[in-house]
């Protein structure tokens, strides 16, 4: 998974209702903010020729809330962490 997607993310949202798919999806939001982290890196000053800073914004707003997701996850707050990944998808196209 390279491109994450509206659905996908819808879907890994509705796991979070089964107990039994905790820790996959756990491993899927890590999947999904390695990627994320990765590109935040990759627009960071210096790295490419232009301004990338709106790119860099909204990467890094993009790994905030990935980053809180799991926190809330590993806290067992499944509200929280649906009510987040919800936010997430604003960020992606459908």
Wanted: hydrophobic letters at 40%.
């Amino acid at each position: 998974m390279l491109i994450i997607s509206r659905q996908q993310v819808e879907e890994l949202i509705r796991k979070l209702n089964d107990p039994a798919k905790l820790d996959e999806s756990r491993e899927e939001i890590k999947r999904m903010l390695e990627i994320k982290s990765a590109l935040l890196w990759k627009a960071e000053p210096g790295t490419c020729c232009g301004s990338l800073e709106e790119i860099r914004t909204c990467l890094a707003s993009e790994v905030q809330i990935l980053e809180e997701t799991l926190a809330a996850l590993d806290k067992g707050n499944i509200p929280q962490a649906s009510s987040l990944l919800t936010e997430y998808t604003k960020y992606l196209a459908s």
